[in-house]
């Protein structure tokens, strides 16, 4: 199959409001900044443009409609994608390899700002019959995960809390990052019990932006600058069923990396990435999906975690942007963020936080709760089979 | 009756023990609207519509929008147009918005706005009979009075047919 390759990122950075801005502006922003990067004429050259979104955090049914004019799709081949950011470059990438198009365009946003009570959207997203007339906030779901996830993993809260530290000190050195800040992790078991057993500083805040990423045939990639490889995604989901679901540990994580690690030809997952984005809308979640990412063995995460191996110094540094923790939570735009970080560390234009001799990356993306739906990317700064 | 079709037909207690689960969602927002529809929120506040002109396609954009979407540029030309436009299309709505029979029409129409190169927005026809709009047909805004005018596309009432106009 054809290799594909990321040619341009555009960002907005991230921020708890843009009252300024409306949703296309900030979109727009984001689209200007990736074309230019990537060096292509939006009306002319890109052949597809995938949109990842969210009808009730846009508050717009049937929201793909307003998708194509602030991101130079109008009259083009428009579509979006009901999911996280990753899934939407799955779909490129598939346009890519199947012919339909030489350059696509990825785009996904947040306009929390603009959701005047998200509890009740996520509240929405529960099964209508079954589980949504109990009476609970949606976040709770993450709070049940956490506590089989600390009984089976032999994991301490205090463990889970060093995540938020090293997250939101990794962010002070991330200029598009919302919420960088010298956390201890007395702060974060001494602020106000959530769902326990988190706590309010274990649970990401949402915040603004939007981010478009473009990416391209191997026939144009080959002659662009500062060319990654996509060299392996995949995608995954579980039963949603509350009853059924595996509280401790999120197998279609596993199963989306199989995927992506078999497209990529990795055999062992840790030896051979050198840095990971992975999904940590809640602390624990950073944990947990490393594990199941096949990085670590089930329980040894946070031992690594609290030596430091996952520093940006460290062995294997993790969410060196800051992570969600650390950036704030940008809805589904979360897997496009991840990536833009991955992709300026293999750029090696990462500056004060640039990862050192980084050629091979992972970034991992979860839809948040109550869903499994996870998708897995490795990234290189070299095509699979080599240059 | 019922035997003259096939199948079983139901009976109203056999819908009881078809159990259902009512919700309404809380879904709220408060949308920002963005540097473009902000100052044309204050024009029409002030009595004025402002639109923006693309210096690629030179086309003028009414309701105004930071970019242009065909030449994929910023756009930052204000132009202040005239209150009265044309009708370009329009439909007599006899429902109202949750499909409510109502006797008195609603006409909503597309308005090219004067000066605009044929660009305009949809609007609301008024003081006209149903039967005489026409498509071409001239027309001037009703605007609240300046003291009710908050920021709102409803600080214009409505549209209605220019006297002297063809």
Redesign the interface.
């Known amino acids: 199959m054809e290799n594909v390759a990321i040619i341009g990122l555009g960002f907005t950075g991230a921020r708890p409001d ?8 900030l979109m ?1 922003e984001a689209a ?1 900044k990736a ?1 230019e990067d990537a060096g292509v ?3 002319k050259d890109v052949g597809s443009f995938i949109g990842a979104s969210e009808d ?1 955090w846009d ?1 717009t049914s049937i929201f793909d409609e307003y998708l ?3 991101i ?1 799709g ?1 009259l083009r081949p428009v579509c979006s994608i009901c999911n996280d950011g990753l899934h939407a470059i799955a779909t490129g990438v598939m346009h890519i390899r199947s012919g339909i198009a030489d350059i696509v365009a990825v785009e996904a946003h947040s ?1 929390v ?5 998200p509890d ?2 996520m ?2 997203a529960l099964d ?2 079954i589980d ?2 109990l009476g609970y906030n949606a976040h709770v779901i993450a709070g049940l995960e956490m506590y089989r996830y600390l009984h089976e993993a032999c994991v301490t809260k205090d463990e889970c809390a060093e995540v938020v530290v090293k997250n939101r000190r990794n962010a002070l050195l991330n200029p598009y990052a919302a919420y960088g800040a010298k956390v201890n992790i007395e702060d974060v078991l001494c602020s106000p019990p959530a769902y326990e057993p988190m706590s309010e500083m274990d649970v990401s805040n949402f915040v603004d932006g939007a981010c478009v990423i473009v990416l391209a045939s191997e026939r144009i990639a080959r002659n662009a600058n500062d060319t990654v490889w996509i060299n392996g995604i995949g995608w995954c989901n579980d039963s949603p069923n509350m009853g059924l679901r595996d509280w401790s540990y999120p197998r279609y994580v596993k199963l989306a990396a199989e995927r992506a690690y078999a497209d990529a030809g990795i055999n062992n997952p840790y030896d051979e990435i050198d840095f990971a984005e992975v999904d940590d809308t809640y602390s624990f979640k950073e944990l947990q999906h490393l594990e199941a990412l096949r990085l670590l063995e089930t329980g040894d995460a946070a031992r690594l975690l609290c030596d430091g191996a996952f520093d940006l110094e460290g062995e294997f540094p993790v969410n060196v942007s800051g992570g969600s923790l650390g950036m704030g939570n940008l809805l589904d735009a979360n897997g496009l963020v991840k990536t833009f970080e991955a992709v300026e560390q293999l750029r090696g234009i990462a500056g004060q936080r640039q990862v050192k001799n980084a050629e091979t990356a992972l970034v991992q993306s979860w839809r948040g709760v109550p869903t499994t739906s996870g998708a897995v990317m490795i990234l290189g700064s070299e095509p699979k089979g080599g240059a | 009756m019922a035997k003259e079709y096939p199948g079983t037909p139901l009976k109203s207690k056999d819908f009881k023990k078809a159990l259902k ?1 009512k ?1 309404t ?14 100052s044309f929120l204050n024009g029409l506040k002030e009595g004025r519509i402002l639109g923006i002109k693309c210096r690629g396609c030179k086309r003028i954009l009414v309701p105004p ?3 242009c ?4 540029i910023s756009v930052e030309d204000w132009v202040e147009l005239k209150d009265t436009g044309r009708v370009n299309t329009f439909a007599i709505s006899y429902l109202d918005t949750m499909a409510n029979r109502i006797k008195k029409p609603i006409i909503p129409a597309v308005i090219e706005i004067d000066g605009a190169g044929g660009n305009g927005f949809l609007h609301i026809l008024g003081e006209v009979d149903p039967k005489k709009v026409k498509f071409g047909m001239k027309v001037k805004a009703v605007w609240k009075p300046a003291k009710e005018r908050k920021g709102d596309i409803t600080d214009i009432k409505y549209f209605k047919p220019l006297k002297g106009g063809d």
């Open positions: 843009s009252p300024e801005l409306s949703y296309k502006e727009y200007v074309y004429d939006p009306r009730f508050g194509p004019d602030q130079g109008a306009k700002s603009d959701v005047v009570n009740g959207i509240h929405f209508p019959v949504r007339t | 689960t919700y969602p809380s879904a709220e927002y408060a949308w920002s609207a963005g540097q473009a529809i902000n929008r930071a970019f979407e065909e030449c994929f």
